[in-house]
């Protein structure tokens, strides 16, 4: 009895509940520090009243004070603004209203479709599946290029980072797996890009019949390091919610290095020292944290596609690098081909699955292995044959690499409409292989 009666006046305690309200000490750069309230790690708090209100997060806690980062402009706060905690972190609504939908940073509509009402309610934060109890990787999921499917083939649950520096193909690589993927729901988190690709991704890219089985979340450039950072960790709750209920989910992140210069930015407001190249140790930390929810469960899958813009095109630097030690394989993309109009630009010789014994049979691989040698005994000989100084019948793979060459490219690259099987794609190399050698 006495538990009914605490459960029925839950509300009016609650509501007669004396309110503490903080105060603003200080503003700087992007932080803000709070004083006068208690609240935790990872708490929303609202800064201003009278209309000027914003919310905020605590990233930081001293002694007597908090530091938060905004969610939104501070325009028109001051020093002793009014500030009350949420008692609560951000969460967003998830369900199967999501299917088809745009949303912000924050997991908010954005298209001007109608409310999100009566959906499940869930924070952003949720623990990692436990190494035990994932499945195993023993299905090939279909991406639809050819270059991929055959020569860097991807599993159900696989994660596998897309590398390039800037303007070489990563956005529109992305767009072409998302009209050939075969996965049940796709997740696309547009995160720190150009304001103007988001509706040519979601028109040009997507279009109607990709956009009604995907959620795209959007954190464009000009949007505040939280919000940027959040996006991330929204449109991987979503795909969680889609992966907890036996859906196998694709996400698609662009980018990942995006998601680290954010928390580059929240980890500095907050007062850790600088270290590897201007990155704080939480940016390190963080990328594990993230990376680590996609992947197989005890059913259903997250098969995880991160975009990695590497700075100067140097694929040694740290976020490049932390990111490859922990993903499942990696997609190089080349500025070389690029300029050269080999497209999707992408050098299979530097490109690695981890999965791909467990998702191809023995005769794929053998196939695929025999290219790889083909395409580097044409590159060990490329310099000689430029200069003129290589001797026909000194190098027999380099030779029939070189007769093979335009149908090799004709392969390899694809134009950004087509749509491709996997099965035809293995089928184009075999003839490609064995047919020339008949020939």
């Not at 967003?92 to 309610?121: F, H, K, N, T």
């Not at 950072?229 to 698609?252: P, Q, S």
Request: overall charge negative; glycine content about 12%.
């Amino acid at each position: 009895m006495t538990g009914l009666l605490d459960e029925r006046f839950a509300p009016a305690l609650a509501a007669a509940k004396p309110q503490v309200i903080g105060r603003v000490t200080g503003v700087v750069g992007l932080s803000v520090t709070v004083a006068g309230i208690s609240a935790r790690i990872g708490d929303l708090v609202r800064i201003g009243s009278g209309g000027q209100e914003v919310l905020a997060e605590v990233v930081a806690l001293g002694a007597g004070k908090i530091t938060c980062l905004p969610l939104g402009a501070l325009g028109g706060i001051g020093l002793g603004a009014e500030v009350v905690s949420t008692n609560r972190p951000l969460q967003i609504a998830v369900g199967e209203q999501l299917r088809g939908r745009v949303l912000d940073g924050l997991g908010r509509p954005m298209d001007g479709g109608p409310p999100l009402v009566g959906l499940e309610s869930v924070t952003v934060d949720m623990t990692p599946p436990s190494a035990l109890q994932r499945q195993l990787i023993d299905k090939p999921l279909q991406l639809g290029v050819r270059a991929l499917d055959t020569m860097v083939p991807c599993g159900q649950g696989q994660r596998i980072g897309i590398f390039a520096g800037s303007g070489v193909g990563k956005s529109s690589l992305l767009s072409m797996i998302t009209r050939g993927t075969e996965a049940e729901i796709t997740v696309v988190a547009l995160i720190g890009e150009r304001g103007r690709e988001v509706r040519e991704f979601i028109e040009n890219d997507l279009g109607p019949e990709g956009l009604a089985r995907s959620v795209v979340v959007v954190a464009t450039s000009d949007q505040p390091p939280m919000v940027r950072l959040r996006a991330g960790f929204v449109a991987t709750r979503i795909a969680e919610w889609y992966r907890d209920r036996g859906a196998n989910a694709l996400l698609m992140m662009d980018s990942l290095t995006r998601i680290a210069m954010a928390q580059r930015e929240v980890g500095l407001s907050a007062g850790e020292p600088p270290a590897t190249r201007g990155f704080p140790p939480s940016v390190f930390a963080l990328m594990p944290t993230l990376l680590e929810r996609a992947g197989p469960a005890e059913r259903g899958s997250i098969t995880g596609l991160y975009t990695v813009l590497v700075e100067g095109d140097d694929h040694n630097e740290p976020i490049a690098d932390t990111a490859r030690s922990i993903l499942d394989g990696h997609v190089v993309l080349d500025r070389r081909l690029a300029t050269s109009g080999h497209f999707p630009s992408i050098d299979v010789l530097e490109s690695v699955s981890r999965v791909t014994g467990a998702v191809t049979t023995p005769e794929q691989r053998a196939d695929a292995a025999q290219l790889r040698r083909l395409l580097a005994a044409r590159r060990d000989v490329r310099e000689l044959v430029e200069i003129g100084a290589y001797v026909g019948g000194t190098n027999l793979d380099a030779d029939r690499a070189m007769a093979l060459e335009p149908r090799i490219n004709g392969l390899l690259t694809q134009d950004i409409h087509a749509r491709t099987s996997a099965e035809s794609s293995w089928e184009e190399l075999r003839e490609l292989l064995h047919g020339g050698m008949r020939g």
